[in-house]
Structures are given as structure tokens and as C-alpha cells.
């Protein structure tokens, strides 16, 4: 949110694939930890340690990378962005 009064919403729903026969839970939890896998063997993410998905979700080719490999199989998030107007700072809060 880079220090903007804003929130983010994704939104995400997935189902049984019929033509591959790998259930939803396979391709939204699956599919990320091969994403990540990927990102990784491409050094697109190289700090050292443990690092949570939002953490590496930061950098923005990683996040780009693994919300593409997702769309590719199928996996589709919504992002929606609101603005807070009641945080912005000409805004007087009562």
C-alpha cells in the first residue's frame, strides 16, 4: 500500500477442473508452490532467509510472475483497491 491510506481486496473462485481432473484446492495451493518454485529457479526472488508470501509479493516481478503462471492455469484473482477517504490527510476525521 506504499504508505497510501488504501486497502486491498482480492477475490478468488476456483473449481474442480473437469478437463484435467485436479480438484480447486490442487490449483490454487498447488499451483503457487510451483509458481514459486519457478520464481525461485529463475532468480527472480534472491534475499536469503524465510520470507512470507506477502514479503515476496512485494517486489513487484514476483508478484507479476506468479499472478501470470496462475493465469495461465486457469487460477484468476480479482484485486480490487479502495482508497479510504476518511484516512486521507485533508480529510478531517470527526
Do not use: W
Amino acid at each position: 500500500m506504499n504508505g497510501n491510506d488504501e486497502t486491498l481486496h482480492f477475490y478468488l473462485l476456483d473449481r474442480f477442473a473437469e478437463a484435467t481432473g485436479i480438484s480447486s484446492m490442487s490449483r490454487t495451493t498447488g499451483y503457487t508452490c510451483t509458481a514459486t518454485a519457478n520464481l525461485l529457479a529463475k532468480k527472480l526472488f534472491s534475499e536469503k532467509g524465510v520470507f512470507p508470501p506477502e514479503r515476496v509479493g512485494n517486489h513487484e516481478a514476483c508478484y507479476d510472475f506468479i499472478m501470470q503462471y496462475l493465469k495461465e492455469r486457469g487460477v484468476i484473482l480479482k484485486k480490487k483497491q479502495q482508497v479510504n477517504p476518511l484516512l486521507h490527510k485533508n480529510i478531517p476525521v470527526k
